[in-house]
């Protein structure tokens, strides 16, 4: 078991950095995640213009997985339109669960977001990796109650 | 720090490998590493001896108790009241009558909460439980005063994790009716002053139950001594099967209360106009109970009190020592919970690692330790934080195994850092 297959450089880097941490004050969307099984809490805020996501933040507490995802989360989706995030989302997700296998179009597809994919041989730490995802697909879709993992 | 147990039994090296050698998963390895095992507060692992006593019943007298004349059922019965018998002796309890087996501590205060307090808790009465609970003795107070107009109060902790007997002595007044606190708290390790907050709660006039589930394996439980009314605790906790526990109660309280669940076994005679509740302790045991794991139980209490819970005690205290003294060396380590009293249980935040990572870090390196909220999310609060990391130790573990998580832990650092 290696441990940096899951702790990957990159991981570790956007936790103790993460990116576009904080509050969004002028924002179109936003929701709060919680992973009840851990007491993992993220507010995920985006401003979206005419179907495209030109900002993304969030704050919260949690684990690297969870941190470097959402911060990963917020450079990628920046830019792409409501129906591409749903998409890599859709990816992303069903690569962890282990529904996708991991071949080279999907590694190229997934970009920077392939360093997370080392969770895969951690079922309980899945749900840290798709924890800002599942908020922010909340909060572009306007789910009404709290966004939980389970 | 000190333990509550005031004997010193001096424990060689060469009695804990006696001990380990009793747990065949003690043998196990995980990711090529030995397996250290310090998730003893979630629960523990089981020695041959009782690993042997469930697989016998299976295999040569299973059968269904209280209602067989055929010998199988006679061996069965006599087997679980046997195993009912030992758990008295145990706990100190006067009868049998007073030990009534359930499916676990959960169990054991849900039914106290909904046979007694549905009974006698009205608008106006107050429960008593303090910040440090497991969830399962929040919750089932939260549903019982809900639905009775009472209110439940809290007893608040200190930056130790300690309660203090003056906010008892002002929270009881005239209108608490009911006292609900852990003997030993799973999130802290904190030992309560609970003889103390007993006979405070007394002198109110207020009941008390005592969830037992922690300290059961790691201080000697006296319920007579200790005078409380109500003590649960599970048996997976100390070293039995899963889905089996008990709750002690006082006979004159479980003679007065109405049974909780209705079915097979807790019954005389069933008319449609009426039905007529069988004797203590049948009227609160509805339905074919979990035979196996209460003749578990009775095996793993005879191997407790073989060892000796002063021995437990004892060794278990240097154990814990020693791992505070260790933890303080890790950069950036803050204990949560560091009590006067305190057994078995060391949590434990790390600056710039959550406990998650800290958890699968050590498991990386064959290490068991729980990360997250402990089903204390009030702990959890109090202290501003969102999960922590937990050791938790039982009498088999070693001052080695202690050294093996304190590596980890400065590996996990050094990653992060
Ligand atoms: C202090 C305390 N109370 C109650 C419980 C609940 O025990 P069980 O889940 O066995 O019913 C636990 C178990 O973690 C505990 O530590």
């Known amino acids: 078991m290696d441990l940096r297959e899951l702790y990957q450089d990159l991981i570790v880097d956007h936790n103790k950095r993460p990116r576009n941490f904080g509050k969004l004050d002028d924002t179109t969307y936003f929701a709060e995640g919680f992973n009840p099984l851990c007491g993992d809490q993220i507010t995920v805020y985006l401003y979206v213009d005419d179907e495209q996501v030109t900002k993304v933040q969030f704050e919260g507490e949690g684990c690297a997985i969870s941190t470097a995802s959402a911060s990963m989360m917020t450079e990628i989706l920046t830019g792409k339109t409501i129906a591409e995030a749903d998409a890599l989302f859709g990816l992303f997700h069903r690569v962890l669960i282990g529904e996708k296998e991991l071949d080279d179009e999907t590694t190229d597809q997934l970009g920077k977001l392939a360093v997370l994919t080392g969770v895969r041989a951690y079922p309980s730490r899945v749900k840290c990796a798709t924890l800002a995802w599942h908020t922010c697909q909340g909060a572009l879709h306007k789910k009404q109650d709290a966004i939980s993992t389970e | ?417």
Not at chain 2, 98 to 117: K, Q, R, Y
């Open chain 2, 1 to 417: 720090m000190t333990s509550a147990v005031v004997s010193s039994v001096a424990v060689n090296a060469g009695e804990v490998t006696a001990w380990r050698a009793d747990f065949p998963i003690l043998q196990t390895q995980v990711h090529g590493k030995p397996l250290v095992y310090l998730d003893n507060g979630a629960t523990t692992q089981k020695p041959q001896v009782v690993i042997d006593t469930v697989s016998r019943y299976y295999q040569s007298t299973n059968s269904n108790i209280h209602r067989g004349v055929h010998h199988l059922s006679e061996v069965a019965t006599v087997d679980y009241e046997n195993a009912r018998a030992t758990i008295r002796r145990f706990i100190g309890a006067a009868s049998d009558k007073e030990v009534i087996l359930t499916s676990g501590t959960t169990e054991s205060i849900n039914l106290v909460a909904n046979s007694w307090g549905l009974d006698n808790l009205k608008t106006g009465d107050e429960v008593l439980v303090t910040e440090m609970e497991h969830h399962s003795n929040i919750v089932p107070w939260q549903m019982v005063t809900q639905r009775t107009g009472a209110a439940l109060k809290v007893i608040p902790i200190n930056d130790a994790g300690e309660i203090s007997l003056e906010d008892v002595r002002e929270l009881l007044t005239e209108r608490t009716k009911f006292v609900a606190i852990s003997h030993l708290s799973n999130a802290l390790g904190t030992i309560n002053p609970v003889k103390e907050v007993i006979e405070l709660a007394h002198r109110a006039g207020a009941l008390v139950l005592v969830d037992g589930a922690q300290a059961i394996a790691h201080t000697p439980v006296e319920v007579a001594e200790l005078d409380c009314d109500f003590y649960a605790f599970s048996g997976h906790k100390i070293f039995g099967p899963t889905g089996i526990g008990v709750l002690y109660g006082k006979q004159a309280l479980l003679e007065a209360m109405p049974p909780w669940q209705g079915g097979g076994d807790m019954i005389r005679i069933v008319r449609f106009d009426g039905s007529q509740w069988n004797d203590l302790p049948y009227k609160f045991e509805a339905g074919t109970p979990n035979i196996a794991g209460a003749i578990g139980l009775g095996a793993a209490l005879d191997y407790v009190t073989a060892i000796g819970i002063d021995k437990i005690a004892a060794h278990e205290t240097v154990l814990l020592d020693y791992a505070q003294q260790q933890l303080a060396t890790i950069p950036g380590l803050t204990p949560i919970g560091t009590a006067k009293h305190k057994a078995s249980i060391a949590s434990f935040v790390v600056k710039h690692v959550h406990a998650h990572d800290l958890g699968t870090i050590l498991d990386s390196e064959g290490i068991a330790i729980r990360a997250g909220h402990h089903c204390a999310m009030p702990v959890m609060e109090h202290f501003g934080v969102a999960a922590t990391a937990r050791a938790s130790f039982a009498f088999y573990n070693t001052l080695e195994e202690v050294d093996q998580l304190i590596l980890g832990l400065n590996k996990a650092v050094e990653m992060f850092g």
